[in-house]
């Protein structure tokens, strides 16, 4: 079962990637929400596009790629968690939407604010919510069900996987670990986004593709 352990480690530092660039996203954008005055159409840009990009990543990770075809061949009888987690992919694709509704919405006062930090918070909690099933009950449900030798077919595509991973690092198509922009820090001397009707089409077209 050394295999299977390997396999196991590898999928938790993966969930713990996704998990910390969560959590940084959250804060850098409730940062920037609660500083109104500051917020450009260049941060939304940013958000927009990460956001876009890691829920296309919750696609490609290893647990959706390589563990879940291996528990639908070893058992039959895992139909109801698998609907779960598919249920929890589709809370995140309904926030990543209203994400894209508040932003079209927005007209950059207090309360208009709080409803798009509200629904970076639900598409955040939904993603968390589906790594803590996995980690609760997938992972324990794979070790029961999988044999030692799909172990080492499924430890050979992690070790593939890594590698593709390295090399779009080097050609820097990088979505984890997120990491806030330096060039958008400093950005009391950027030009505060106004709250008429050009500007809110900006917002939209920065979000577009989230979904």
């Not at 106004?194 to 979000?207: F, I, R």
Request: with cysteine; hydrophobic share 50%; glycine share 2%.
């Amino acid at each position: 079962m050394l295999t299977a352990t390997y396999a196991l480690v590898s999928l938790s530092v993966e969930q713990a990637s996704i998990r910390v660039s969560l959590l940084t996203f959250q804060q850098y954008m409730h940062a920037q929400l609660r500083q109104q005055r500051q917020l450009t159409l260049a941060h939304l840009d940013y958000a927009g596009d990460w956001l876009n990009r890691v829920y296309q990543f919750s696609y490609w990770r290893k647990v959706d790629q390589y563990l879940l075809p291996a528990i639908r061949q070893a058992t039959p009888h895992a139909d109801g968690l698998l609907a779960e987690l598919d249920r929890l992919n589709h809370a995140a694709l309904e926030s990543v939407s209203l994400v894209r509704r508040r932003a079209m919405a927005a007209g950059y006062d207090s309360e208009q604010l709080e409803q798009l930090g509200a629904a970076i918070d639900s598409f955040c909690a939904a993603l968390m919510a589906r790594l803590e099933m996995d980690e609760r009950v997938l992972f324990a449900l794979a070790r029961r069900v999988i044999a030692g030798e799909a172990w080492f077919a499924i430890a050979h595509q992690f070790l593939a996987h890594d590698a593709r991973l390295a090399e779009n690092r080097r050609s820097k198509a990088r979505v984890l670990p997120f990491v806030p922009p330096a060039a958008l820090a400093p950005a009391a001397h950027a030009p505060a986004v106004a709250a008429n009707s050009s500007m809110q089409e900006g917002a939209v077209l920065a979000l577009h593709h989230v979904a």
